[in-house]
């Protein structure tokens, strides 16, 4: 068990640009959580896959956002056309189920959009 | 959006002392979590407690559950300066295609040698 492992750990990025985050979730884990933090406010619910398939889309997630989790292994969030207001702590987390289990987070993906 | 608001938003004590910690929800909740983050790190999982229970420990954490209030609280006992950091209060709710976690706001807790 190595944890959640998200690349990669700094981003920065002019306005405009497209960028792609990847997560690694705990292998046995089939539930995988998008997350998005900014500073000084608890984590904002993105998006969130049970292996391979895409259950859930917070309205936050607009259509420049996209993410996949193909094979229902490793993820990747990407942001199209970045703007300032996406500048953010990018959290992946996973989790088993079914159960009552925590999550388990990585140590995030910082972007700083100029 | 936020489900849950933490009280305080800030606390500072000595160590050995024992902070408590509120968290207050606004929906029907199969279970909640606290989670511990260090200044910009990602967020450990503390202790989950079931809407069937009331209290739960673990360690020096002790968590209790009001489900006719919809609150619960933090405590950590004999505190220590490594436990300085940001806690999340988070509710689970399992229903349709619904299946997360919605974060409070956070207590930062910073803990004086």
């Known amino acids: 068990d190595t944890g959640v492992s998200q690349n990669p750990r700094h981003k920065i990025t002019k306005r405009g640009q497209n960028v792609t985050f990847r997560c690694d979730p705990i292998?046995?884990?089939?539930?995988l959580y998008w997350y998005r933090q900014t500073l000084g406010q608890g984590p904002e619910f993105l998006t969130y896959?049970?292996?391979?398939?895409?259950?859930?889309k917070s309205r936050l997630l607009s259509d420049r956002f996209s993410a996949e989790r193909p094979k229902g292994s490793f993820s990747t969030l990407e942001i199209q056309r970045t703007e300032q207001g996406d500048s953010a702590m990018y959290l992946c987390?996973?989790?088993?189920?079914?159960?009552?289990?925590?999550?388990?987070f990585g140590s995030g993906t910082r972007l700083t959009v100029v | 959006s936020q489900q849950g608001e933490e009280d305080p938003q800030a606390l500072s004590i000595q160590e050995g002392e024992n902070a408590t910690m509120n968290c207050s929800y606004k929906t029907s909740i199969n279970n909640l979590q606290w989670y511990r983050q260090n200044s910009g790190r990602g967020l450990v999982h503390l202790i989950l407690?079931?809407?069937?229970?009331r209290e739960k420990h673990s360690g020096r954490l002790r968590v209790t559950l009001d489900t006719s209030k919809k609150s619960s609280s933090l405590l950590i006992t004999a505190s220590r300066a490594a436990d300085t950091a940001s806690y999340f209060c988070?509710?689970?709710?399992?229903?349709?295609?619904?299946?997360?976690?919605?974060f409070g706001t956070g207590t930062l807790l910073a803990v004086q040698p």
């Open positions: 987390a996973s989790r088993r189920d079914p159960g009552p289990y925590g999550y388990t």
């Open positions: 407690i079931r809407s069937n229970e």
């Open positions: 988070a509710t689970a709710f399992y229903g349709g295609a619904t299946n997360k976690l919605i």
């Open positions: 292998s046995e884990h089939n539930r």
């Open positions: 896959f049970q292996n391979e398939a895409q259950l859930e």
